[in-house]
């Protein structure tokens, strides 16, 4: 009897067994009744559509395109500044000289420029700039030197009415008119004066120092005291025909040379 009963209950456990792996097996997913239940189920680390979520999905959706056109758009706005045109100044480097401070660390090094700018017409300038780098040392005289041009009167458009005499310190120049076909007799500084000027025939002297600064201040000078017979007559209140038959020429010769003068 005791045999029998032990084989009842095996077979009811196998059984029941048997009925739990079935129910397992043939389990069929839960669906969710509402959206509010799917979206509680479903990985807060899969999107809309069960992609993971990442940041660059996320930073290139909205802000991402949006910077990088912002970015664009300014980039575009710089380059397109319109560059300065050539208003026909010449530029001539006379000096560059490079100068050095002592400090803790060692020794700083610096450069000092020296320009002269003209327009071939008449108007003359020069200017000097200090920088830690060549090109702004140039950049900077330049600027200095557009602001303090000056007129000079020039006979015929080529050379000067008259003899004159500068000085600087110790510098001394001495300029003279010349004839045509004699050129720009001077040397170092002085020379890019003149041709910035647009002067074409001229002979000049520098005595005393070589200093450029100096140099081209004295030729400033002399340059500064040039007058033309045309303001000399207004100042007077006479006629250039006047001033210039006072030299034994006739008045019709006078009035030829008059009307030849230009300023």
Known sequence: MADENKTEEKTEEKVVTAETETA???????????????????????????????????????????????????DNRRGGRREEEDDGIIEKLVHINRVSKTVKGGKRFGFAALVVVGDGSGRVGFGKGKARE??????????????????????????????????????????????????????????????????ADVVTKSVGTSNPYNMIRATFDALTDQTSPKSVAQRRGKKVADLLGRGGASEAEAEADAAAIAE
């Open 24 to 74: 397992v097996t043939n389990e069929e997913p839960a669906i969710a009744d509402t959206p509010s239940e799917a979206a509680a189920n479903q990985d807060p680390a899969q999107g809309a559509e069960g992609q993971p979520r990442g940041r660059g999905n996320r930073g290139g959706g909205r802000g991402g395109n949006d910077r990088g056109r912002g970015r664009g758009g300014r």
């Open 134 to 199: 060549v090109p702004e040392a140039i950049q900077k005289a330049t600027a200095a030197a557009r602001k303090k041009m000056i007129r000079v009167p020039l006979k015929e458009g080529r050379t000067l009415h008259h003899d004159g005499n500068g000085r600087f310190g110790a510098g001394k120049v001495t300029v003279r008119t010349a004839p045509p076909g004699t050129g720009i007799i001077a040397g170092g500084p002085m020379r890019a004066v003149f041709e910035s000027l647009g002067v």
